[in-house]
């Protein structure tokens, strides 16, 4: 079982910048690919970055391609998502989560899940 912890949410103004961390505890994510995933009010999951075990292959969902960075230290069982020049639109509840298999920017491939971080940017 691996249990995620998500931090480094808040409240910041459009133009501005957050980093989230993802803490992994339970078992080492050895294997897993790591993603973040955000959910608006009134809208869907949707995925935002993902990276796998190598380091060798990252996607990004496209509105979000050179302001936002994903980073893994596998030796800390951490992951990080760097987030700049931030919109009003980016608004929503961030959820770290890992995935054995599948494509990573499928959110069923995924199976642990965090309880989520509030990132609100006011503009």
């Known amino acids: 079982q691996v249990r995620l912890v998500e931090s480094g949410g808040g409240l910041v103004q459009a133009g501005g910048s957050l980093r989230l961390s993802c803490a992994a505890s339970g078992r080492t994510l050895s294997n897993y690919a790591m993603g973040w995933f955000r959910q608006a009010p009134g809208k869907e999951r949707e995925f935002v970055a993902a990276i796998n075990w190598r380091l060798s292959t990252i996607y990004y969902l496209d509105s979000v391609k050179g302001r936002f960075t994903i980073s893994r230290d596998n030796a800390k069982n951490t992951v990080h998502l760097q987030m700049n020049s931030l919109k009003p639109e980016d608004t929503a509840v961030y959820y770290c989560?890992?995935?054995?298999?599948?494509?990573?920017?499928?959110?069923?491939?995924?199976?642990?899940w965090g309880q989520g971080t509030q990132v609100t940017v006011s503009s």
């Open positions: 989560a890992a995935s054995s298999y599948g494509d990573m920017r499928n959110g069923g491939y995924y199976d642990y």
